[in-house]
């Protein structure tokens, strides 16, 4: 089906370990995103991309990697999962950089 | 800076009721853009509207309509005769950035809207 996928829907990991978050797109849409959601905090921006291998970051950043080689696919990696990173985790894509449409998010516990 | 304020935390109201939900922005640039998004219980984000900051005729949807206001930095969403269906985290976000740069959005903290049957 067309549209914007996340995997794995439910994740949880212990402290240190790494861990990727998986987006894909159907759309061909050129921008994604990365948001993280938790209470007090709102949507928060972690990273985006303007096209494949075309990266940038967003207001929180620090502790995360991401990589667009392709199009359609925008993986989000945390390098040494810490407690403080659990959270809902979006990606979006937006087909010219204006509204973007979400995906159903990634809950993530990091123990 | 960009911020956006959603002054009404959480609202309640009986199925049928007509519902505001407020939204007040700070924004620097003459240029921007405006959204609304819903976050169902389900937990996804719809995106509902977007508002560019030249155009600032009312929309109205169905049910929804939008009120933006630049001499009050307000831009206001109404649902009229609330259904339990509308029942949601309700989001405002505002980007000021060109294009190129993917018009990162910021968000509002959210207001709950619970209508009750």
């Known amino acids: 089906d067309a549209g914007i996928t996340q995997s794995p829907r439910y994740k949880i990991t212990e402290t240190g370990r790494q861990v990727t978050l998986m987006c894909h797109q159907t759309?061909?849409?050129?921008?994604m995103f990365w948001y993280r959601q938790d209470l007090g905090h709102g949507l928060r921006l972690i990273y985006y991309?303007?096209?494949?291998?075309?990266?940038d970051k967003g207001e929180v950043p620090d502790g995360y990697v991401v990589s667009r080689s392709k199009t359609e696919n925008f993986p989000l990696t945390l390098e040494s999962a810490t407690r403080s990173q659990t959270s809902v985790y979006f990606c979006?894509?937006?087909?010219?950089?204006?509204?973007?449409?979400f995906g159903p998010g990634t809950r993530l516990t990091v123990t | 800076a960009q911020k956006v304020t959603q002054a009404q935390t959480e609202i309640s109201v009986v199925e049928k009721e007509d519902v505001t939900l407020d939204c007040v922005y700070e924004?620097?640039?003459?240029?921007?853009?405006l959204f609304w998004y819903k976050q169902p219980p389900s937990g996804e984000l719809v995106f509902l509207i977007r508002?560019?900051?030249?155009?600032?005729q009312n929309e109205i949807s169905g049910r929804y309509s939008w009120n933006f206001q630049k001499s009050t930095s307000s831009f206001n969403f109404t649902i009229t005769a609330s259904q339990v269906v509308d029942s949601a985290v309700y989001f405002c976000?505002?980007?000021?950035?060109?294009?190129?740069?993917?018009?990162?959005?910021?968000f509002g903290a959210g207001t709950i809207l619970r209508v009750k049957s």
């Open positions: 759309w061909s849409h050129s921008y």
């Open positions: 924004t620097r640039d003459t240029t921007y853009y």
């Open positions: 508002r560019n900051s030249f155009d600032e």
């Open positions: 976000a505002l980007s000021d950035l060109p294009m190129e740069y993917g018009n990162k959005l910021v």
């Open positions: 979006a894509s937006s087909p010219e950089g204006y509204e973007q449409y």
């Open positions: 991309s303007a096209a494949a291998d075309i990266t």
